[in-house]
């Protein structure tokens, strides 16, 4: 009987590792790409269509379920999971970055966080015990603890100060649940911004407090590329090597192998879902701009190398053409495709890994798409 939280490594290659992380929802091969599924739904597709494109776990949110419908409401009716027919693993955010980025007038304390919802301004207030309730009410497979993601360009003295903040709510966080409880797993949050001693700090503390994983906050919040990696270089490698490490919001395809090369197992991004909105499509052989004139009659599949349901029926041509007219299946085939690319990237990565091939994966997709990918 598997037990929620185990964490198995079968192949590392330099610092990548390939491993299997247990939940109640069953197992996770890693390194792993998550489709994000904000409110409870990952935008333009079903959960058949991700079972069909093999993605094995989605993200769901705190502040956006807690605010509507509410996560009270979503635990009469039996948790996320029968709610939206997903029964494979979710992990939820705590929803502290959420308040920072998307709402206004918040007051923040050692209590907690004091925010307006950005649907009708009403007042509202997370505690650390709160955020892991309503994750609790979710049933989601991983919470992550309530944190404080400072800003691009915080100064070091807020910065230093906060993650010690940070470390408290975690600590609280971790004391109204027991490890395991419901089968469900706690990961704590390193914060720090872009100082590396302050992320040793932030980790240093936080391994004093068990928690089943550990993710990597406050990137990709603006910085650079450069900044990113340099955090994430110094970081990656410092975490437990026993435990699934995940990079929050992460990313381009580049970012995704330079996090995995920096010893990352867990990555979630809007860009797929977001960009397929906007017409920008990730194929093997770099980026295409559906839009452009040059597809008007182009019969060819969007991407020659892909299996996905979009690329094996449907024809450049006929997905700029639903592109230009606005039509809502354009939101569909883009987002299926482009959720397919994430999921396959992730699984060519798992099997270089295996197979100590992992460098040049990175070198063949650096060549298609530069060192970052932006
Ligand atoms: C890359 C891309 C396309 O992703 C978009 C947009 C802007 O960046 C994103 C993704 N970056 C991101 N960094 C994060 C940091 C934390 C964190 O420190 N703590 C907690 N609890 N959750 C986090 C979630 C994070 N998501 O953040 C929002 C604002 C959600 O939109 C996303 O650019
Ligand atoms: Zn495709």
Redesign the pocket.
């Known amino acids: 009987m598997p037990v929620p939280g185990r964490f198995t490594i079968h192949a590392r290659d330099g610092k990548a590792r390939r491993a299997t992380l247990h939940t109640a929802h069953g197992e996770i091969q890693t390194p792993v790409f998550m489709p994000v599924g904000t409110q409870g739904s990952v935008k333009a597709v079903g959960p058949d269509d991700l079972l069909q494109a093999g993605s094995q776990i989605i993200l769901g949110n705190t502040y956006h379920l807690y605010l509507r419908p509410g996560d009270e409401l979503v635990a009469r009716r039996g948790g996320l999971h029968r709610f939206m027919s997903w029964d494979k693993p979710i992990l939820t ?6 308040v920072f ?2 709402s206004t007038i918040r007051k923040i304390s050692e209590k907690g966080v004091e925010f307006r919802s950005y649907l009708d301004g009403s007042k509202h207030f997370f505690s650390p015990e709160k955020a892991i309730s309503i994750q609790q009410n979710l049933g989601s497979d991983i919470m ?1 603890v ?2 404080e ?1 400072v800003g691009y360009g915080a100064d070091r003295e807020y910065t230093a100060r906060s993650l010690e903040r940070t470390t408290r709510w975690a600590r609280r966080c971790r004391e109204v649940h027991t490890p395991g409880a419901d089968g469900q797993l706690m990961f704590g ?1 390193i ?1 720090g911004g872009f100082h590396e001693d302050l992320r040793e700090e932030s980790l240093g503390q936080l391994l004093e407090i068990p928690f089943e994983g550990y ?1 990597i ?6 910085e650079s590329t450069e900044d990113m990696y340099r955090i994430l270089n110094h970081i990656g490698p410092r975490m437990p090597e026993e435990k699934p490490r995940y990079l ?5 395809p580049m970012d995704i192998l330079e996090g995995i090369e920096s010893g990352v197992d867990m990555f979630d ?3 797929p879902t ?1 960009n397929a909105r906007n017409g920008t499509l990730f194929t093997s052989q770099g980026k295409v701009n559906i839009k452009r004139a040059e597809f008007r009659e182009d019969d060819g599949p969007l991407d020659p190398n892909c299996q996905c349901y979009t690329c094996r029926n449907f024809s450049r041509a006929y997905l700029r053409h639903l592109y230009t007219a606005r039509e809502i299946l354009s939101y569909r085939l883009n987002s299926l495709h482009n959720i397919a690319f994430f999921l396959e990237l992730a699984r060519q990565a798992r099997e270089a890994i295996e197979g100590g091939r992992f460098a040049e994966l990175k070198a063949h997709y650096q060549g298609i798409y530069g060192t970052d990918g932006r």
Do not use: E, K, N
């Open positions: 955010d705590s929803g502290g970055f959420q980025s998307l992550m309530l944190d993601c949050i914060q993710a906050g406050g990137l990709s919040v603006g929050m919001g992460v990313g381009t991004c809007v860009l977001r």
